[in-house]
Nanobody, 130 residues
Framework: QVQVVESGGGLVQAGSSLRLSCAAS????????MGWFRQAPGKEREFVAA????????YYADSNKGRFTISRSGSKNTVYLQMNSLKPEDTAVYYC???????????????????????WGQGTQVTVTS
């Protein structure tokens, strides 16, 4: 079992920045590829960004390329999502997920697919006001 916990959401004005954090724990010795997704009210959960277990490769949704940056810490199973130039349309619950058993994140299609990920956090709310 792997526990995934997000933090760092909040209420900000358009143009502001936020950094979300995510920590995955519980399976000793494992280093996981991790992803961020978001879900706005009445909408499907959508891909935001992902990073491979090594940190060598990252993937982004077109809607946030250049504004969001995913990274991971030296301890490997902590990842961050730096969000700059936030827009009201970025308002959503942001979920972090760990890919433990599934395929390697070889491409953006795999990285952006919900079923690639095995464990999910409870989500953190991000609200951007205009």
């Amino acid at each position: 079992q792997v526990q995934v916990v997000e933090s760092g959401g909040g209420l900000v004005q358009a143009g502001s920045s936020l950094r979300l954090s995510c920590a995955a724990s519980g399976r000793t010795g494992g280093t996981y590829s991790m992803g961020w997704f978001r879900q706005a009210p009445g909408k499907e959960r959508e891909f935001v960004a992902a990073i491979t277990w090594s940190g060598d490769n990252t993937y982004y949704a077109d809607s946030n390329k250049g504004r969001f940056t995913i990274s991971r810490s030296g301890s490997k199973n902590t990842v961050y999502l730096q969000m700059n130039s936030l827009k009201p349309e970025d308002t959503a619950v942001y979920y972090c997920a760990a890919a433990v058993f599934g395929p390697a994140l070889r491409n953006s299609v795999i990285a952006g697919t919900l079923s690639t990920y095995d464990y999910w956090g409870q989500g953190t709310q991000v609200t951007v006001t205009s």
